[in-house]
């Protein structure tokens, strides 16, 4: 299991939850950041149907601002295991050892470079994540989500200045956090 969006001012965070076939992976997957866009869409839809199961989970970006990121992160990952078909025994995710997992698992540091299957989880949650703030970015054009996928770059920082925050900022983080001290 792994999540994406944990970082960016903007959207939710996604986790998935891949369960792969004995003996055999999905040639090519290795740590989303490490693989360009089209790269990852083709695997995305290579891991879906090949995968023996798989769940993808999010927490809202208002989940995000009560909770914090780190609780939205876990309750983000507790939906992808619900929505495997079968609960498994045993779950390997990216990072540090979740405390107050409702599952057993093993934390491996860079798992989605590590573990195979902790990197077709973080395509998976990296692609769902993007074809989400890709949808937003429609409705809401003057943050570049297109290209910044809700992350702090220089032009969503002066859309920020310019528009205010949107409905889909996390008022708890960085720069959208600053705009509401300053009461803008």
Known sequence: MDEAGRGPLAGPVVAAAVV?????????????KTLSRAVREELYERIISEALAFGIG???VREIDRMNILRASTRAMERAVRALPTQPDHIVVDGLPIKKAPWDHEAVVDGDAK????????I????????LMLRLAKRYPAYCWESNMGYGTPAHLRAIDEWG?????RLTFGKCQIELELGA
């Open 58 to 60: 999010a927490a809202s």
């Open 115 to 122: 573990v195979h299957s902790i990197a077709c989880a973080s």
């Open 124 to 131: 998976l949650a990296k692609v769902a994540r993007d074809r």
């Open 20 to 32: 792969l076939r004995p003996g055999h992976p999905i040639e090519g997957a290795a740590d989303s």
């Open 165 to 169: 925050p949107s409905p889909h900022h």
